[in-house]
């Protein structure tokens, strides 16, 4: 048996029934703690994002710069590769998943986000720490619990957020440009450590210039590239709803998918993209400077729904509406990954690849960024703060190799340390939704304290 193949396997069962049930249940029980939040609250979280500063309060970065710093490993690969990986093994299908793992998404990003400020604690350094093993050994008492996130965590770093990033890129500079893999590893590594050595507040820096614009260039030109074929929308989808619920017929080189299949690959590269329910974003929530932890919470949770309801909306349906699944490469296997969305924007207009290209080199790097702060805290958590300095140097060179490994042994890989870390986060989330639910009671009750200010003053 291959390695390709044993990590298949182990992919298979940690993302199996359990933990997809888990992540469910828990999104919908915290929707329930909540009340709704994500619904009641989707405007006035986006409109406190860009303009909320609470430079006063206590953390390290602001409202905005927490949020491009979670943004930033979230708006990446996964929101291009991980939704076309997802749609080659899954079908169009697959993207409904994403978008039901989603909607509950915001409400557990919501709730991890409140409990990364309220159990963030400050380092010797002076530097805000937080993130599910605070929250868990602090809030749930369980510290072999906490201990085993940030093991986990870490390692989802060196997967997730460093060869999958560094593998996409390569792969898109190969195919697009013809730049050898090794090339784009060692120039992504140069660029990674220019920006590691300054630590949270350089990448929260890094991270508030270079995630709007990339989203914008790419949700702006994505948009209307899709707009191209305005004719095919309606079918396309009407196409992943019907195939959401019945699976999709084999097709071209696309041997096709069961329900079942649809649904795990949906949701399991859905958490990929947005990262609720990881575990992941509240070490970057936990850095803001806040007054509460409600307002940082809502900032947190606008993130999903710009990740995955537009950002991989426009990649799945620039494959649906192209017809391009199934497609055969110059390699004759089927097309996957970054490259299909490549075949699809080409597919559009000529040259349309590059806006591809260019933000799969945008989104990878600022992932790399993200990812890099999230296992360095993980890292300090279990060995101290004299050990980051040597995560950094690790981290850095292992883009290097990652850009030259094999595509499904690095998506495998990323999967299984993500869904370990999940599933420790998850109980973590489950068992201290009360305070969650007070939390969020107390926080409305200051909204409307503030509203009715408004109201007087004016």
Known sequence: MTLEQIL???????????????????????TIVVRGVQ?????????????????????DISHFQALMTALAATIGIGSISGVATAIAAGGLGALFWMWVAAFFGMATKYAEAILAVKYRTVDKKGEMCGGPMFYIERGLKVKWLAVLFAVFGAAAAFGTGNVVQANSVSSALYEHLSIAPWISGVLLAILTGAALFGGIKSIGKVA????????????????????????????????IFKTA????????????????VAIQYGVSRGIFSSEAGLGSAPIAAAAAKTDVPGRQALISMSG?????????????????????????????EVLNGS????????????GGGMIVTISLILFGYSTILGWAYYGEKCVEYLWGERSVVFFRVLFTLALIPGAMMSLKIVWSFANIM????????????????????AETKSFVKLLKQEKDANRSSS
């Open 339 to 350: 490259v299909l969305a490549l075949r699809a924007f080409n597919s559009i207009f000529s």
């Open 39 to 59: 619904v009641r609250y989707l405007l006035y979280s986006m409109r406190l994002a860009f303009s909320r500063h609470d430079d006063k309060a206590a953390g």
């Open 304 to 332: 999903v729904f710009i990740t995955s309801f537009i950002v991989c909306t426009i990649t799945g349906l620039a494959i649906a509406v192209t017809g391009v699944l199934g497609d055969i490469g110059a390699n004759g």
């Open 245 to 260: 619920f019945t699976g999709q017929a084999a097709a071209g080189g696309f041997l096709g998918s069961s329900m079942m």
């Open 8 to 30: 298949q396997q182990i992919e298979d069962l940690i993302w199996g029934a359990p933990l997809l049930i888990l992540l469910l249940v828990v999104g919908i029980y915290l």
């Open 208 to 239: 508030s210039y270079l995630v709007p614009v990339m989203g914008v260039f790419y949700i702006g030109g994505g948009t209307i590239f899709v707009l191209m074929r305005y004719q095919q929308i309606p079918e396309a989808l009407l196409l």
């Open 418 to 437: 993500n869904g370990l870390m999940a599933f420790p986060n998850l109980i973590g989330l489950f068992g201290l939704a009360g305070i969650v639910g």
